[in-house]
């Protein structure tokens, strides 16, 4: 297992940075690595994220001294959506089929866990958060079939966009971590405008389904102190409490979402009027 520790930030300290600061301090650049369970540890609000990408055999989740237990999920609940191929987790013996889109939940307590691919040609690309737990709530895989399906936007504003809910109220119970995946109309490019904060919870999100020449403009900062980091295919931008959330792109786009603080709540956002942007 890889996990880069990324450290918090204040505000009126980010809004000095350079370009390539910005980048470092909030951009993952590589999410997938070939039979890696490869994660950032990020001190807002401790959430962990990253990809696993078995290709030829089986990707075993470890654990480092960074977390301080003895099994990863020990004091941990995490969330998985596969972005791949056809692949299976098994946790403490029990084997979920995971198709493409296909998310699961991982309750606090599971001790072995192990990630494989079906096809090498096709790997499974699982896409995955990890928030600090108290209690116990039951695993379970999550079909987008079944995740709760939120339509939101319009043509006319290009943000005509599903929110696919899966690690939620509605669906399955958690502690903290709130997790879905949001995918946009053919014609639209806006994940939200107006824009929102929320200082309860933090969110990370993961922007794929990109063509090759396409990128996501995320925008960031305080609502009247805004900045912007440019976004390529299968890249993952951490987003604290305090920053705005937003974006845009230059063609159609998915992006997973991620969310671990105070509350479990998907509405409660702190929205930012249109005048009030700068």
């Known amino acids: 297992m890889r996990l880069e520790t990324r450290y918090s930030t204040h505000p009126e300290d980010s809004r000095h940075y350079t370009t390539d600061e910005i980048r470092d301090h909030y951009l993952v650049e590589e999410v997938f690595l070939p039979e890696e369970a ?8 401790r959430i962990i994220a990253g ?29 998985i959506i596969n972005i791949g191929g056809a692949g299976q987790v098994k946790l403490d013996g029990q084997v979920f089929d995971m198709g493409q889109y296909d ?33 116990s709530f039951p695993t379970r895989i ?5 995740a709760n399906k939120v339509h939101l936007g319009s043509v006319e504003n290009l943000n005509k966009r599903t929110i696919n809910q899966y690690v939620h109220p509605a669906v399955c119970e958690s502690c903290q971590l709130v997790m879905g995946m949001t995918r946009l109309e053919e014609g639209s490019v806006w994940n ?50 305090w920053s705005i959330h937003s974006g845009v792109g230059t063609g159609k786009y998915t992006f997973i979402w991620g969310m671990c603080g105070e509350n479990i709540e998907f509405t409660d956002m702190d929205h930012v009027d249109m005048q009030d942007l700068r």
Not at 38 to 45: E, G, M, T
Not at 142 to 146: D, F, G, H, K, R
């Open 192 to 241: 939200t405008m107006p824009c929102h904060t929320h200082e309860r919870r933090m969110e990370v999100y993961f922007y794929f389904n990109l063509h090759e020449n396409d990128k996501v403009f995320h925008m960031m900062g305080q609502p009247q102190e805004t900045r912007h980091i440019i976004v390529s295919n299968e890249q993952a931008i951490i987003s604290p409490s």
């Open 51 to 79: 990809g696993i990408m078995p290709v030829n055999g089986r990707v075993i989740l470890g654990v480092g001294k960074e977390l301080g237990v003895e099994f990863f999920f020990q004091r941990r609940e995490g969330g």
């Open 142 to 146: 999550i079909t987008l079939e079944q």
């Open 103 to 135: 998310g699961l939940y991982i309750g606090m307590g599971t001790k072995d866990v192990e990630f494989t691919s079906m096809d090498k040609e096709n790997p499974a690309k699982y896409y995955f958060n990890s928030a600090p737990a108290h209690h």
């Open 38 to 45: 490869n994660f950032v540890y990020s001190h807002n609000d």
